[in-house]
């Protein structure tokens, strides 16, 4: 492995001209958000939140909001047709379209990105109501997804003015200890991931922490390359793929050719108890990549002493690994729509800071299977 530096150890903040808080929320564009916001609450166990449409005021579109913990995620569908998000859903289906960042000044962060050569997506615009004001701005990055800055410092509404409340009285699912995102992962085309590496060091101040070349991440038919982007403070952290040759089609391929393009292919979710949210996203139907069980066969000797128990480890295909600081569990869905597009990762951190490189082989293999069931292959 080509590590560049160990950890994603953060960078002096007097030097970071983006200091981003965290994620805000993602933003995903759909063809059906009422369901979309449905299946999230029953399968992942987020809460309603807020809504905006016609009913608000919003004449062109439906958002429900939707939180777990510090996760919040948006589902987006257009009324009508010829428009940029039902143009989105044509081509992509239903896909990331807004990675949103925290910051404490919006205006600033347009400033500083668009001058270092972002192209602006929003300038910043002030929203106001009576609960106070949310500032956002936005940028372009790979393929149609963007970066909307969110400045909500002082307001104290439910989500952002244009939205309501809102809530189902008589469906409430419980949480499944889902807490906040972790990272997201951006697949972009052939020979793209350095331009888009040069991007997120030049435009917004990110290190690359951790790269990943083909021979890391190849398994004997498909493979692919990976550079880790973070912000200065190590709170945001974008790891870009691109396919690389191998026998037969890279994932990374088989994604952009289903998708359209260039896009957000996985979010990361964190959790403090992996084996109880594994087990209660199973229970609700939620489908994960499955790995074979002799991946357990030697896997204490790989990764050391854990505090879990193997067995229920070993029942939910839970995936362990270590790296210098510690260790990591986590599991992959299968992708959540039709195509085979975005898919969600369920991480718990036990001190470490690096994306389970040592399961890559075994989870490739499990995807190739599933290419291979599509065709894909
Ligand atoms: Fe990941």
């Known amino acids: ?95 990331v379209k807004c990675l949103s960042l925290r910051v404490q000044d919006a205006t600033k962060a ?7 050569g972002a192209t602006s997506y929003m300038k910043p615009q ?46 409430k699912p419980t949480d499944c200890g889902l807490l906040y995102v972790d990272h997201c992962v951006g697949n972009v085309g052939w020979n793209q991931m350095n331009k888009w590496v040069s991007f997120y060091e030049e435009v917004l101040g990110f290190k690359n922490i951790l790269s990943f070349d083909d021979e890391d991440i190849s398994t004997e038919y498909s493979a692919l390359m990976s550079k880790v982007m973070s912000s200065g403070n190590g709170f945001v952290k974008f790891p870009i793929n691109e396919p690389a040759e191998g026998k037969k089609k890279s994932q990374v391929e088989e994604y952009l050719d289903f998708y359209g393009g260039e896009g957000c292919q996985h979010v990361a979710m964190a959790t403090n108890d992996i084996v109880k949210t594994v087990a209660e996203l199973k229970s609700r139907g939620v489908e994960f990549l499955q790995v074979p069980t002799t991946y357990y066969d030697d896997l204490l000797e ?36 039709d195509r085979p597009t975005l898919f969600f990762e369920i991480i718990q951190r036990k001190g470490a800071t690096s994306f389970g490189k040592g399961n890559f082989k075994a989870l490739f293999e499990a995807i190739e299977r599933e290419q291979e069931a599509r065709g894909n292959l």
């Open 110 to 116: 347009w400033e500083e990105t668009t001058k270092r």
């Open 1 to 95: 492995m080509k590590t560049m530096t160990d950890s994603a150890t953060p960078l002096a903040v007097d030097t970071d001209f983006l200091p981003l808080e965290g994620t805000d929320y993602v933003e995903f564009y759909v063809g059906n958000a009422k369901q979309a916001a449905h299946y999230y609450m029953s399968a992942f166990g987020f809460q309603a939140l807020a809504y905006a449409g016609p009913e608000t005021g919003i004449k062109d579109r439906a958002s429900y909001v939707v939180r777990q913990h510090k996760l919040t995620f948006m589902l987006t569908t257009p009324l009508r047709s010829n428009n940029e998000m039902a143009d989105h859903i044509y081509k992509h289906g239903d896909g």
């Open 302 to 337: 790989r990764v050391g002493t854990i505090d879990e128990d193997l067995t229920p480890l070993k029942e939910l295909g839970i995936l362990v690994d270590r790296d210098n600081e510690g260790y990591l569990l986590q599991l992959f869905t299968k992708p959540v729509e």
């Open 126 to 171: 002030r929203l106001e109501d009576k609960n106070g004001v949310v500032v956002m701005s936005g940028i372009h990055t790979y393929g149609d997804t963007v970066h909307l800055f969110i400045e909500r410092k002082g307001y104290n509404g439910v989500f952002m003015p244009g939205y309501k409340a809102w809530s189902n009285p008589f469906f």
